[in-house]
C-alpha cells in the first residue's frame, strides 16, 4: 500500500540555521504530495503541496520539490526562526484514493 | 470564512460507553474525512464522505466505529462501547471536492480519553 517515510526528530536547530526535513514516498498511483505543519497547541495546517513531477511548492520560506526519479519530497528552509517550532508532517494522496496518508511527523524546536 | 469545526474538544468517558463526535466542514465542501492520530504518530484514515454517503469506511478499525453525514454537511462519528485503546485525537478534515489535488483543511480536534 501506499506509504510515507519522514525523518525521526526531533530536530533541534538555532535560530537561522538551515532546515532540512526528508521525505520519501511509496505510491502505487501518482500522487500528489503535501507538507502539513502542527503548531503547539493548534490543528494541522497546509504548508505547501506539490501535483507533479519537478513541481515546487512554497511557502512561508519553505521549499519543497516533488522528485519522481527519487520518489522525494524533502522540505527545506534557508533560515528557520523561533516560532517555526512546530511538528511537520509528509503526506501523500492518490487519484482514486484520496484519503492523506501521513508520515509520523518530525518535531523541530528551534531556539534562539 | 469559518474553517473545519469540531465539538467537543475534549471528551472524556470511561471504558463501555457511547461517545458521539461532531464535524461541521467548510460550508460546501463536498467532501470530508475523519482520522485519527495516536501520540507521536500521524493521522490515520477513519472514513470519508463524499456527499451523504460513505465512499470509503476501509479505514474503520472495528464495527464499533460508525459515522454518519445524513445531510450532506455536518457528519458524527459514533463509538460504541468505548475501549482505553481508543483514546486518541480525532480529526476531521473537508476539501471542496474529492480529486487528489484539493487541499484538505482541518478542524482543530477532538481529543478522546477512555478511563
Known amino acids: 500500500g501506499d506509504s510515507v517515510t519522514q525523518m525521526e526528530g526531533p530536530v533541534t536547530l538555532s535560530e537561522e540555521a538551515f532546515l532540512t526535513i526528508n521525505c520519501t514516498y511509496t505510491?502505487?498511483?501518482?500522487?500528489?504530495l503535501f507538507w502539513y505543519v502542527q503548531y503547539p497547541g493548534e490543528g494541522l495546517q497546509l504548508l505547501l503541496k506539490a501535483t507533479k513531477a519537478d513541481d515546487k511548492g512554497s511557502n512561508k520560506g519553505f521549499e519543497a520539490t516533488y522528485r519522481k526519479e527519487t520518489t522525494s519530497f524533502h522540505l527545506e528552509k534557508g533560515s528557520v526562526q523561533v516560532s517555526d517550532s512546530a511538528v511537520y508532517f509528509c503526506?501523500?494522496?492518490?487519484?482514486?484514493?484520496?484519503?492523506?496518508?501521513f508520515g509520523k511527523g518530525t518535531r523541530l524546536s528551534v531556539i534562539a | 470564512g469559518a474553517g473545519v469545526s469540531q465539538t467537543p474538544s475534549n471528551k472524556v468517558t470511561e471504558k463501555g460507553k457511547y461517545v458521539e463526535l461532531r464535524c461541521d466542514p467548510i460550508s460546501g465542501h463536498t467532501a470530508l474525512y475523519w482520522y485519527r492520530q495516536s501520540l507521536g504518530q500521524g493521522p490515520e484514515f477513519l472514513i470519508y464522505?463524499?456527499?451523504?454517503?460513505?465512499?470509503?469506511d476501509s479505514g474503520l478499525p472495528n464495527d464499533r466505529f460508525f459515522a454518519v453525514r445524513p445531510e450532506g454537511s455536518v457528519s458524527t462519528l459514533k463509538i460504541q462501547r468505548t475501549e482505553r485503546g481508543d483514546s486518541a485525537m480525532y480529526l476531521c478534515?473537508?476539501?471542496?471536492?474529492?480529486?487528489?489535488?484539493?487541499?484538505?483543511?482541518f478542524g482543530p480536534g477532538t481529543r478522546l480519553t477512555v478511563l
Open positions: 503526506a501523500l494522496s492518490t487519484s482514486g484514493n484520496t484519503p492523506l496518508v
Open positions: 464522505f463524499q456527499g451523504t454517503g460513505a465512499a470509503d
Open positions: 505510491a502505487t498511483g501518482y500522487p500528489s
Open positions: 478534515a473537508s476539501s471542496l471536492s474529492r480529486t487528489s489535488t484539493d487541499t484538505q483543511y
